[in-house]
């Protein structure tokens, strides 16, 4: 059985508790705040009769729900009228232990079958560690509850962001992305010594690193994707590549058709902004079958290379000879992931006339978990 899902905005009068509880319910769920320990509880009645839950086991893990199940003594199940269950995130892992410096958040469910599911994203992050305890009570005629005593504390860790999340994400983006404008290029921007160390200790080729962790908490390529990011945003006014960059003042160009051609997959990865009015999507280009390709098939949104709404290649219908034109999205900055080695010898290396603008930088990144405009209804 579901525990139902909580919404922000719930009221109800106090609990019997008189004053140690304070609760939001929703058909037989609450969320309870408690202070001082169980021996100040004067609302709460430690019962030895009472089974404290053993063999804790979490399951199906997503990045905003788990179900939870225990042992459960068959001759005492009737007298179980609810589960108090401590959910923290890893670091505050002590909070169960109603100190009043730190008062805990409680769910309290009415008990119902096991395994049951605990789901709300008023609760959960995803890509977060958390801890819980469970605590089995009674309630009594008069309103008290008689409890057992915690349970051992358990860890676990919440899952990314699942295809149906990251659509949603994609919808949020496509709204913004504006009209699209003509490409020729890919650059990358980085410092002297990157390029140095490519040419003379990597065979002349830049090597795929691991994404860090920019954009979205629950984004499944942050620390995982290896890839090299380009750029491919133009300046309105000339049609060509901006001169300023914030990652570096040497800058490798290559021709778009060697990175993106129909023998290229492209996959939607991230929507976000740093509590600024720029956007950002992350877009992932992987060659057909590669490592990079597989990895991506299994975690993210395909999108049609000729139809899509943030990067397209196309054949040039007026040039009738094969050509292929590239598109990208204007009211978005573009993050453009390729997941394979690339030679210096298939592009150009030079100085920007530009400053290398640090504030800019994407690197490690935090995502505004207050835009409206590019997060969803599950936790950052």
Same mark, same amino acid.
């Given at each position: 059985?579901?525990?139902?899902?909580?919404?922000?905005?719930?009221?109800?009068?106090?609990?019997?508790?008189?004053?140690?509880?304070?609760?939001?319910?929703?058909?037989?769920?609450?969320?309870?705040?408690?202070?001082?320990?169980?021996?100040?509880?004067?609302?709460?009645?430690?019962?030895?009769?009472?089974?404290?839950?053993?063999?804790?086991?979490?399951?199906?893990?997503?990045?905003?729900?788990? =179900?939870?199940?225990?042992?459960?003594?068959?001759?005492?199940?009737?007298?179980?009228?609810?589960?108090?269950?401590?959910?923290?995130?890893?670091?505050?892992?002590?909070?169960?232990?109603?100190?009043?410096?730190?008062?805990?958040?409680?769910?309290?469910?009415?008990?119902?079958?096991?395994?049951?599911?605990?789901?709300?994203?008023?609760?959960?992050?995803?890509?977060?560690?958390?801890?819980?305890?469970?605590?089995?009570?009674?309630?009594?005629?008069?309103?008290?509850?008689?409890?057992?005593?915690?349970?051992?504390?358990?860890?676990?860790?919440?899952?990314?962001?699942?295809?149906?999340?990251?659509?949603?994400?994609?919808?949020?983006?496509?709204?913004?992305?504006?009209?699209?404008?003509?490409?020729?290029?890919?650059?990358?921007?980085?410092?002297?010594?990157?390029?140095?160390?490519?040419?003379?200790?990597?065979?002349?080729?830049?090597?795929?690193?691991?994404?860090?962790?920019?954009?979205?908490?629950?984004?499944?390529?942050?620390?995982?994707?290896?890839?090299?990011?380009?750029?491919?945003?133009?300046?309105?006014?000339?049609? =060509?590549?901006?001169?300023?960059?914030?990652?570096?003042?040497?800058?490798?160009?290559?021709?778009?058709?060697?990175?993106?051609?129909?023998?290229?997959?492209?996959?939607?990865?991230?929507?976000?902004?740093?509590?600024?009015?720029?956007?950002?999507?992350?877009?992932?280009?992987?060659?057909?079958?590669?490592?990079?390709?597989?990895?991506?098939?299994?975690?993210?949104?395909?999108?049609?290379?000729?139809?899509?709404?943030?990067?397209?290649?196309?054949?040039?219908?007026?040039?009738?000879?094969?050509?292929?034109?590239?598109?990208?999205?204007?009211?978005?900055?573009?993050?453009?992931?390729?997941?394979?080695?690339?030679?210096?010898?298939?592009?150009?290396?030079?100085?920007?006339?530009?400053?290398?603008?640090?504030?800019?930088?994407?690197?490690?990144?935090?995502?505004?978990?207050?835009?409206?405009?590019?997060?969803?209804?599950?936790?950052?």
């Amino acid at each position: 059985m579901e525990v139902p899902r909580l919404g922000h905005n719930l009221t109800s009068p106090m609990s019997p508790c008189e004053g140690m509880i304070k609760n939001l319910s929703l058909d037989g769920i609450q969320l309870c705040e408690r202070e001082g320990n169980k021996s100040q509880d004067s609302g709460i009645v430690e019962m030895e009769e009472l089974p404290v839950p053993q063999n804790i086991k979490i399951s199906n893990i997503t990045c905003d729900s788990f =179900k939870i199940c225990w042992d459960m003594e068959p001759r005492v199940k009737e007298r179980i009228t609810h589960y108090f269950i401590d959910l923290n995130k890893k670091e505050n892992k002590n909070s169960n232990k109603f100190k009043h410096k730190d008062v805990p958040t409680k769910l309290v469910a009415k008990a119902v079958p096991l395994p049951m599911t605990v789901r709300g994203h008023w609760f959960l992050s995803p890509r977060t560690e958390y801890t819980v305890a469970v605590q089995t009570a009674s309630k009594q005629t008069d309103g008290d509850y008689a409890v057992s005593e915690w349970s051992e504390i358990i860890e676990f860790t919440t899952a990314d962001y699942s295809t149906v999340h990251l659509t949603q994400l994609l919808e949020k983006a496509e709204v913004i992305a504006g009209r699209m404008l003509r490409f020729s290029v890919f650059y990358r921007n980085q410092n002297k010594e990157y390029f140095d160390q490519a040419r003379e200790v990597h065979g002349n080729r830049m090597l795929p690193a691991v994404k860090d962790n920019s954009g979205s908490h629950g984004s499944p390529i942050s620390g995982k994707l290896e890839g090299l990011y380009f750029s491919c945003n133009t300046e309105f006014n000339t049609g =060509k590549p901006p001169q300023d960059s914030p990652y570096g003042r040497t800058r490798f160009e290559i021709q778009a058709e060697t990175l993106f051609n129909p023998k290229t997959n492209l996959y939607f990865g991230d929507f976000y902004c740093m509590y600024t009015a720029y956007h950002y999507v992350i877009l992932v280009l992987a060659p057909q079958g590669s490592p990079g390709d597989d990895f991506c098939k299994a975690r993210l949104q395909a999108l049609d290379i000729t139809n899509n709404h943030f990067l397209t290649c196309t054949l040039d219908e007026e040039a009738g000879d094969g050509a292929l034109v590239f598109r990208h999205a204007q009211d978005v900055i573009l993050e453009v992931i390729y997941t394979d080695p690339v030679d210096l010898v298939l592009g150009t290396v030079a100085e920007i006339s530009g400053h290398q603008l640090m504030s800019l930088s994407t690197v490690n990144a935090k995502k505004d978990p207050s835009c409206k405009t590019c997060n969803i209804s599950v936790g950052r």
